[in-house]
T-cell receptor, first 113, second 115 residues
């Protein structure tokens, strides 16, 4: 089955700096890669996603890049703000047309004012 | 206007008891899921139902039994609760289409503590 590795497990940045979180996946047939943000006491919320036919996607301060050859994808947050502090999860499908998402183990991002 | 809702939000109970968690979605999705998040925040799929039919059943003790009375509801019943069942349980829903994948929307979670 699919295996998703996520790094780093914790990340501290100064407000205004950029943050990068990286994930690798094992199943070359995976075709959908969402990123979720989980705030304390809440459920994961989708912040951005990318499909395998696209190499990069951007939404304001958030961007995701995908390298299918190397089987890795990354989340980039620019101009970080204290409200960006949360746990971020990457995920990948377990195969084309699969119902199942496999999640990375999460990155706890702390933005220091 | 809640999309995916769960009840209860908190559940504290004794070992050996039986309890249920309810989930409802008003997004018109055809697929619903249960995830378990342990103390290290690791999210793991437990079950998935598509149009009221079980399609994913990960290695979960048979003390856990999901029930889907209709496409908008997926409940989780747990028998003979054990200390290791303490976790946060999330319900999620999505559309699933052939050859593709749609976003999963998560509920707020149910925090289960077994004493």
């Amino acid at each position: 089955g699919e295996n998703v590795e996520q790094h780093p497990s914790t990340l501290s940045v100064q407000e205004g700096d950029s943050a990068v979180i990286k994930c690798t996946y094992s199943d070359s047939a995976s075709n959908y890669f969402p990123w979720y943000k989980q705030e304390l006491g809440k459920g994961p919320q989708l912040i951005i996603d990318i499909r395998s036919n696209v190499g990069e996607k951007k939404d304001q301060r958030i961007a995701v890049t995908l390298n299918k050859t190397a089987k890795h994808f990354s989340l980039h947050i620019t101009e970080t703000q204290p409200e960006d502090s949360a746990v971020y999860f990457c995920a990948a499908t377990s195969g084309a047309g699969s119902y199942q998402l496999t999640f990375g183990k999460g990155t706890k991002l702390s933005v220091i004012p | 206007d809640t999309a995916v809702s769960q009840t209860p939000k908190y559940l504290v109970t004794q070992m050996g008891n039986d309890k249920s968690i309810k989930c409802e979605q008003n997004l018109g999705h055809d697929t619903m899921y249960w995830y378990k998040q342990d103390s290290k925040k690791f999210l793991k799929i437990m079950f998935s139902y598509n149009n009221k039919e079980l399609i994913i059943n990960e290695t979960v003790p048979n003390r856990f039994s999901p029930k889907s009375p209709d496409k908008a509801h997926l409940n989780l019943h747990i028998n003979s609760l054990e200390l290791g069942d303490s976790a946060v349980y999330f319900c999620a829903s999505s559309h699933v289409r052939t050859g593709g994948f749609e976003t999963q929307y998560f509920g707020p979670g149910t925090r289960l503590l077994v004493l």
